[in-house]
């Protein structure tokens, strides 16, 4: 019986990835998803007209953040409706418990796990809006969470903060996003662009103590001064230091997430510790032109559509999850492929990859997505990565046992029980599933990715080390050649004065 359920679990881990996540849903949440991705990808082109996008900016942005405006107050009155239901069905299944009904109350809890699974898909139209006014930048919006999650979704939460933003979001360029709605942004009440002045993270603080303490906070902070708190605070019970001292940690948060971004280095409070962002000038490449290709195969007719992007990633697309369970693993081995199989959907739970509403696709194609008319999975060979980046730059990659202060096989690129790693100032450094992500969910060239792991290894010589030593051989060879040119000049001279 043991081996049954076991063969059960195996064989329900290998379909999953080929099951179509929005087939689940209700037909509503589908509705106003396309509803979502008009207003988030489409309203604003449409509204100010493409062309003119160039010709008057101003009413370009301002048609792009009415759309996303309209969209955030759907989606939050969306989320407080699930959260309502969510609330009632918990209940439900906790009178169902107690009268021993429980198939009623396991019918409940389901119901309320996919309320939540679409109160989740709701907060990715969210953070798509924030990754854009992040230019999809991973290393600013990784410093945005928190490792705990902090996730302060409620009701309450969502009015008092929809109330501050509704009121920034009357001037037609600006736009204010509420944090609580987003999966990731942990820092701030709201995320506010306004045009000309930036991106900044704000607190919403209402009654007259908080917003004491806010100012007081903020003060303490930028001035780091050793006794303004014991001063600020000698009169306080201990119910107001916990408050102080909790409002003083928001700005200090806010305040090393702002420095770290606009700076490239600061504390990381995430991984609790100092970080530096390295530019290394790198401009990725993506083969987003091979999955529109795939999906035109089906939109064709054809019923699966299958390609290799640099050797070492298999992009397919398939109209039935059956035909993709048969066709992928059929193809798997007869090739040899190994890797985890990922649904190009799956970027719904990965808070820290960028949302698959805002990939440079066609609105067509992820529009045929949400209703469920095409299934596309993908699949990274560890192995032939490496291949692959040897292959390109001799002795890159390497592998040894991952390193123990983080002990997790699944955080690196594993083949057997080895992580690949490259040399970089000396040290191992290896190469971490954020890549993969890249690769999977950006449909980032792994070939291109290679490139930028080269250029940060020690087997890279900076252009201006290059240029610097063509310089001077240039100089070198210039020398000589004036040295032997004065050399023919003397001969001459010589030869005429003998004549």
């Given at each position: 019986?043991?081996n049954a359920l076991d063969?059960s679990?195996v064989m329900?881990?290998?379909?999953?990835p080929?099951?179509s996540?929005?087939?689940?849903?209700s037909?509503?949440?589908i509705?106003?998803?396309k509803?979502?991705?008009?207003?988030t990808?489409?309203?604003?082109?449409?509204?100010?007209?493409?062309?003119?996008?160039?010709?008057?900016r101003?009413?370009?942005f301002s048609a792009?953040?009415?759309g996303?405006?309209?969209?955030?107050q759907k989606?939050?009155?969306?989320?407080i409706?699930r959260?309502?239901?969510?609330?009632?069905l918990?209940?439900?299944?906790?009178?169902?418990?107690r009268?021993k009904?429980?198939?009623?109350?396991?019918r409940a809890?389901?119901?309320?796990?996919v309320?939540?699974?679409e109160?989740?898909?709701?907060?990715?139209f969210?953070?798509?809006?924030?990754?854009?006014?992040?230019?999809?930048?991973?290393?600013s919006i990784?410093?945005?969470?928190l490792?705990?999650?902090n996730?302060n979704l409620?009701?309450q939460?969502?009015i008092?903060?929809?109330?501050?933003?509704?009121l920034?979001n009357?001037?037609?360029t600006?736009i204010?996003i509420v944090?609580?709605l987003?999966?990731?942004?942990?820092a701030?009440?709201?995320?506010?662009?306004?045009?000309?002045?930036?991106?900044?993270?704000?607190?919403?603080?209402?009654?007259e103590?908080?917003?004491?303490?806010?100012?007081?906070?903020?003060?303490?902070?930028?001035?780091?001064c050793?006794h303004?708190d014991?001063?600020?605070?000698q009169d306080?019970?201990?119910?107001?230091?916990?408050?102080?001292?909790?409002?003083?940690?928001?700005?200090q948060?806010?305040?090393d997430?702002?420095?770290?971004?606009?700076?490239?280095?600061g504390y990381?409070h995430?991984?609790?510790?100092q970080?530096k962002i390295e530019?290394?000038?790198?401009?990725p490449?993506?083969y987003?032109?091979?999955i529109v290709?795939?999906?035109?195969d089906?939109k064709a007719?054809?019923?699966?559509?299958?390609d290799?992007?640099?050797?070492?990633v298999y992009?397919?697309?398939?109209?039935t999850?059956?035909?993709?369970?048969?066709g992928?693993?059929?193809?798997?081995?007869?090739?040899?492929?190994?890797?985890r199989?990922?649904?190009?959907?799956?970027?719904?739970g990965h808070?820290?990859?960028?949302?698959?509403?805002n990939?440079?696709l066609p609105y067509e194609?992820?529009e045929?997505?949400?209703s469920?008319?095409i299934i596309?999975v993908?699949?990274?060979?560890?192995?032939?990565f490496?291949e692959?980046?040897?292959k390109?730059y001799?002795?890159?990659?390497h592998?040894?046992?991952?390193?123990?202060?983080?002990?997790?096989?699944?955080?690196y690129?594993?083949i057997?029980?080895e992580?690949?790693?490259?040399?970089?100032?000396?040290?191992?450094?290896?190469?971490g599933?954020?890549?993969?992500?890249?690769?999977?969910?950006?449909l980032?060239?792994?070939a291109?990715?290679?490139?930028?792991?080269?250029?940060?290894?020690d087997?890279?010589?900076?252009?201006?080390?290059?240029k610097?030593?063509?310089?001077?051989e240039s100089?070198?060879?210039?020398?000589?050649?004036?040295?032997?040119?004065k050399?023919?000049?003397a001969?001459?001279?010589?030869r005429?004065n003998?004549?």
């Open positions: 019986m043991t063969d679990k329900e881990a290998k379909m999953r080929f099951i996540s929005w087939k689940k849903l037909p509503g949440l509705s106003t998803a509803e979502l991705l008009f207003l990808r489409k309203y604003g082109i449409e509204k100010a007209g493409e062309t003119e996008a160039l010709k008057n101003i009413e370009f792009v953040h009415e996303w405006k309209l969209a955030q989606i939050a009155y969306e989320i409706t959260l309502d239901e969510v609330t009632s918990k209940a439900q299944s906790k009178d169902f418990h009268q009904k429980s198939e009623e109350k396991m809890l389901k119901k309320a796990e309320k939540e699974y109160i989740k898909v709701l907060r990715r969210i953070d798509s809006i924030v990754w854009i006014l992040f230019d999809n930048e991973h290393s990784r410093r945005l969470t490792p705990d999650g996730d409620s009701k939460n969502i008092d903060s929809m109330a501050a933003a509704d920034i009357k001037e037609p600006s204010a944090s609580d987003t999966t990731f942004v942990h701030g009440d709201l995320v506010v662009m306004k045009l000309g002045q930036g991106i900044a993270l704000t607190e919403v603080k209402t009654g103590k908080n917003i004491e303490f806010s100012h007081a906070a903020q003060f303490s902070v930028e001035a780091k050793e303004f014991k001063y600020f605070t306080f019970n201990e119910k107001d230091i916990k408050h102080y001292n909790r409002t003083k940690k928001q700005w948060r806010l305040t997430i702002t420095g770290t971004i606009n700076n490239g280095s990381d995430y991984h609790k510790r970080v530019d290394e000038n790198y401009i490449e993506f987003n032109q091979d290709n795939r999906w035109s089906i007719g054809k019923n699966w559509s299958i290799v992007i640099d050797e070492c992009v397919g697309a398939y109209k999850t059956e035909m993709g369970f048969v992928f693993n059929s193809w798997m081995d007869g090739t040899n492929f190994k890797g199989v990922f649904n190009i959907s799956d970027s719904i808070h820290f990859v960028q949302p698959l509403f990939l440079n194609l992820i045929d997505i949400i469920g008319e596309i993908l699949c990274l060979d560890f192995k032939k490496m692959l980046g040897n390109k001799p002795n890159l990659l592998l040894a046992p991952h390193p123990k202060s983080f002990p997790d096989p699944n955080d690129f594993m057997g029980k992580a690949i790693f490259s040399y970089k100032n000396g040290h191992m450094s290896f190469i599933t954020g890549m993969e992500s890249r690769i999977i969910f950006d980032q060239r792994p291109n990715v290679i490139d930028w792991i080269y250029k940060g290894s087997l890279y010589t900076p252009p201006s080390h290059n610097q030593s063509s310089n001077a100089l070198r060879r210039q020398a000589k050649k004036t040295k032997k040119n050399n023919k000049n001969k001459r001279s010589r005429m003998r004549k």
